[in-house]
């Protein structure tokens, strides 16, 4: 591959790309999450029927197939069109990947906001790494406030998404995390500087 600025990016692609799919692997493998678990079952139906679309699809795609099929965890029920951003932009390579979107809904729902305005954006993208970032910030808040109604995770993608609206721009991870923090520790939750949160 010629080392050039179309080469590197092809490289950067294909490297986000084999991330995305190591994510996707590990966190079917995962077991620890926070939110009721999703039913196995519905799981295997959503990805039945996926099979009629050609992979990569944009979420637009997805949404247009299969977004009025339920997802039922323990203890809620979500649409597909809930969960999953409705734009070109967000790209899913196999049916697997939008099964990952569906794990955790509460983070799912806020994270489809988030793409959702980025999309707003003129020549904006949400790459990998910081949308990464953003996630666990809100996986951390679902873990903090699992016995609440997902306040935290509803202020700080609402945070999110007035910042994109009147600066125009994405904001920092560091900075979505220092909200978080916020939030935290001004509704009683306790933050350490050695946890995700504490910056």
């Not at 799919?21 to 959503?46: C, H, K, M, Q």
């Not at 980025?118 to 910081?130: G, K």
Request: charged share 35%.
């Amino acid at each position: 591959m010629a080392d050039d600025k179309s080469g590197r990016e092809k490289q950067a692609r294909d490297s986000e790309r084999r991330q995305r799919e190591r994510d996707v692997a590990a966190e079917l493998e995962r077991g620890d999450e926070p939110e009721p678990p999703v039913d196995a079952e519905g799981r295997s139906e959503l990805e039945s029927e996926l099979e009629s679309l050609e992979f990569p699809a944009t979420g637009t795609e997805v949404v247009a197939a299969v977004g009025d099929h339920e997802i039922e965890s323990v203890t809620t029920s979500n649409t597909i069109e809930a969960l999953v951003p409705a734009t070109d932009a967000e790209m899913f390579d196999s049916p697997a990947a939008v099964t990952v979107q569906t794990l955790q809904p509460t983070v799912a729902a806020a994270m489809k906001r988030v793409i959702e305005a980025t999309a707003t954006l003129p020549n904006a993208a949400l790459p990998w790494s910081q949308r990464k970032a953003y996630e666990m910030t809100f996986q951390e808040l679902k873990t903090i406030d699992a016995d609440d109604d997902d306040e935290g995770i509803r202020a700080i993608s609402d945070w999110i998404v007035e910042f994109i609206r009147e600066k125009e721009r994405l904001p920092g991870s560091r900075g979505v995390r220092r909200q978080a923090a916020k939030f935290c520790r001004a509704n009683g939750y306790q933050v350490r500087n050695d946890e995700w949160l504490g910056i």
